[in-house]
């Protein structure tokens, strides 16, 4: 799945606390307190791999940039989703 395709099926949010409308949300303050308090099911973390950065279903600290709140929910299956190559960064 790609992240078009993630963002079709499980709608994300805007992040009403940030004026750019961006979908992520911090990993401190009043917008980690949002997540946190969302079903668990609902939420995903943008995290940092070896070779870019990816949206996984759930809750996660470890690697952890940003978060996300859906719409829709995931099953509880560890989903993974690619959003950006680091190769891409040049291109």
């Not at 950065?53 to 989703?81: C, K, L």
Request: hydrophobic share 35%.
């Amino acid at each position: 799945m790609n992240y078009d395709q993630w963002a079709e099926k499980y709608k994300p949010i805007k992040n009403y606390f940030d004026s750019t409308n961006d979908i992520f949300f911090e990993t401190f303050g009043e917008e980690l307190d949002f997540v946190k308090s969302a079903d668990p099911k609902h939420v995903w973390t943008l995290v940092d791999g070896d070779e870019g950065t990816w949206i996984v279903s759930e809750f996660h600290v470890v690697n952890r940039i940003a978060y996300a709140v859906t719409e829709m929910p995931h099953n509880g299956d560890q989903i993974e989703v690619l959003d950006m190559l680091y190769g891409d960064i040049n291109e």
